[in-house]
């Protein structure tokens, strides 16, 4: 979502900023500044996974990962989010065409609610997921594609399914599933060459793009 759908506006760090504080890491030490680079550099994953390569247990993990949802959710209740330019448009347009959409994220299932609630996205698609729903690996584990494929029963060969994402594990994820088209979007963290490196089979200026590269190909 953030990143393709969602312009969040740098609330990724923001909300990092807050929790490893609450963890105790300072901002402007060497430890804040190569926790961070990380958590950049891993945009697309779940972010309890990128907690727990940060913080080395399972406790402050979790402490991290509860930490940041918070300080997420606080910023997203301040009208921080906004979508990405014909986004909604996109969705609307693919579902009037038949196609089944879903919305996945890394964030936590509360904080993907935030999100939808405060767009007033809560029934734009046929299905959200979170890692939690897909048996708790994010990306760039396969499975929350795999758990769309499954539970919306939509197409009967996964090579149907259309993926797409701004981050190298968005580009992953697809891949491993199986999905025939993995689309690349520029709206948020990596670039085309980042995109195309990972999989990307096609890559696009935006997700408002989608529906007119879909009616290309069928």
């Not at 997203?76 to 996945?104: F, N, S």
């Not at 090579?159 to 948020?188: E, K, Q």
Request: with cysteine; glycine share 12%.
């Amino acid at each position: 979502m953030a990143g393709t759908t969602v312009a969040d506006g740098g609330l990724v760090e923001r909300a990092f900023e807050r929790a490893a504080e609450r963890l105790g890491v300072e901002p402007g030490t060497p430890d804040h500044t190569e926790k961070l680079r990380y958590v950049l550099a891993t945009m697309g994953e779940s972010k309890i996974s990128v907690f727990r390569h940060l913080f080395g247990t399972e406790e402050l993990a979790r402490r991290a990962n509860s930490a940041f949802e918070e300080a997420y959710a606080e910023l997203v209740d301040g009208g921080l989010v906004t979508p990405v330019p014909g986004a909604r448009a996109a969705i609307e347009e693919l579902r009037a065409g038949g196609r089944t959409v879903a919305l996945t994220t890394g964030f936590a299932r509360v904080t993907q609610d935030a999100i939808l609630d405060a767009l007033g996205w809560q029934d734009l698609a046929d299905l959200t997921l979170c890692p939690a729903d897909a048996g708790g690996r994010g990306r760039p584990y396969p499975d929350m594609v795999l758990t769309a494929f499954l539970r919306t029963g939509a197409v009967a060969d996964v090579t149907d399914v259309v993926v797409v994402g701004d981050t190298a594990y968005d580009m992953l994820s697809g891949r491993r599933a199986g999905a025939g088209t993995v689309a690349g979007v520029l709206t948020g963290a990596h670039d085309r060459a980042t995109l195309t490196r990972n999989g990307a089979t096609h890559v696009l200026d935006s997700v408002a793009e989608l529906p007119h590269l879909l009616a290309e190909s069928a």
